[in-house]
T-cell receptor, first 115, second 113 residues
Framework: EAQVTQNPRYLITVTGKKLTVTCSQN?????MSWYRQDPGLGLRQIYY???????DKGDVPEGYKVSRKEKRNFPLILESPSPNQTSLYFC??????????????FGEGSRLTVL | GENVEQHPSTLSVQEGDSAVIKCTYS??????FPWYKQELGKRPQLIID?????GEKKDQRIAVTLNKTAKHFSLHITETQPEDSAVYFC????????????FGTGTSLTVIP
């Protein structure tokens, strides 16, 4: 089954404790990206990657890191989480450059709470 | 960067009526405009999209129109049904498949049976 898988789905952590949210897709997509969803603010792009070893900042990259060492994986790293990073996070992938479809396939979301 | 504004933030319609959601964008370089539907507790899913070389696109009860000159695009849902109740997001992007995506703040649509 074609899917984007995020882990963990739910996490409560404390300020300053490094954490990683994993994202994996099995559709051989070139493009992957991370979003955070906050009430009244919609979805905001954190980082995106056009292909392996290519990453770029989105609209709200501060406090986050990403890496793309393999095509299927795109982890989101919070080196020192703060309460303002409490949010619902979505990973998404799409076929990539040259494709006729720009559809983003979203993971199920990861709800993160930073105390 | 791009700024996408979406209105209204909430919309209630009677079953069978039409619903219209409007978005404006600021960057004339944006050329791809998708609409996503997010049901409660679920992930966003694409329902329709349009590219800047097209003025209108329809898929059954859903249509999207784009006015490049005015920099606005709209989602039209006809013959609404209770299962259309959800939050709808518009988005704008540059590039064929999108590099940076800018989403609107969402419209919560309620279809009253």
């Amino acid at each position: 089954e074609a899917q984007v898988t995020q882990n963990p789905r739910y996490l409560i952590t404390v300020t300053g404790k490094k954490l990683t949210v994993t994202c994996s897709q099995n559709m051989n997509h070139e493009y992957m990206s991370w979003y955070r969803q906050d009430p009244g603010l919609g979805l905001r792009q954190i980082y995106y990657s056009m292909n392996v070893e290519v990453t770029d900042k989105g609209d709200v990259p501060e406090g986050y890191k990403v890496s793309r060492k393999e095509k299927r994986n795109f982890p989101l790293i919070l080196e020192s989480p703060s309460p303002n990073q409490t949010s619902l996070y979505f990973c998404a992938s799409s076929l990539g450059t040259g494709s006729v479809s720009g559809e983003l396939f979203f993971g199920e979301g990861s709800r993160l709470t930073v105390l | 960067g791009e700024n996408v504004e979406q209105h209204p933030s909430t919309l209630s319609v009677q079953e069978g009526d039409s619903a219209v959601i409007k978005c404006t964008y600021s960057d004339s370089a944006s050329n791809y405009f998708p609409w996503y539907k997010q049901e409660l507790g679920k992930r966003p899913q694409l329902i329709i999209d349009i590219r800047s070389n097209v003025g209108e696109k329809k898929d059954q009860r859903i249509a999207v129109t784009l006015n490049k000159t005015a920099k606005h695009f709209s989602l039209h849902i006809t013959e609404t049904q209770p299962e259309d109740s959800a939050v709808y997001f518009c988005a704008a992007s540059t590039g064929l498949t999108g590099n940076q995506f800018y989403f609107g703040t969402g419209t919560s649509l309620t279809v009253i049976p």
